[in-house]
């Protein structure tokens, strides 16, 4: 049973970078230890471990793993990041209909952020190259006035036209 609270624990720490069961008080490794408690304790239904049995995988005893449990966890999953890895331990680790409904969201909203950030890339290379094209645009009408700005524009909508239909005049 133990090698199932061994697993849990380094899937946390693969997903954080960094051990558990170090002493380290950083917010981030502190956070991760309080995940590992909740997981750890919601693990094996009505028969969970005990808290001396979570604290030994982690180097702690089992005041440590309450306190985890009771004051370090409710502000670790206010932290976006760390509520996406108790979602996802949750979904990998505990059976029930729950765990499976918000592996699906957290799946579908990683899918989601991947599609964004896709979009956001192409976006800002067209905005670049709107930046530079305008530049130049800027400096070839400069000085015209706006019957013939209106000239130019009509012009370059009949040329961007051919251009998309590869019709060339």
Known sequence: MRNRLISVKKI???????????KDRYRSYTYARAVFCKIAREMNGPRS????????VINRDHASVLHNLNVIFPFAVQESSFNTLY???KAMFIDSKEADENFDEV?????????????NASLTHKLDLLKYGNSKLDRLIEG??????????????????????????
């Open 12 to 22: 946390i720490e693969k997903e954080v970078g960094h051990r558990i069961d170090g």
């Open 107 to 119: 799946k579908t909203l990683a899918e989601r952020v991947l599609s964004l950030e896709k979009e």
């Open 87 to 89: 979602l996802t331990m």
């Open 49 to 56: 471990y005990s808290l001396a049995e979570i604290g030994q």
């Open 144 to 169: 015209l006035s706006k019957e013939e700005m209106q000239e130019v524009h009509d012009k370059m909508n009949i040329f961007v036209k051919a251009i998309k239909n590869r019709v060339y005049l």
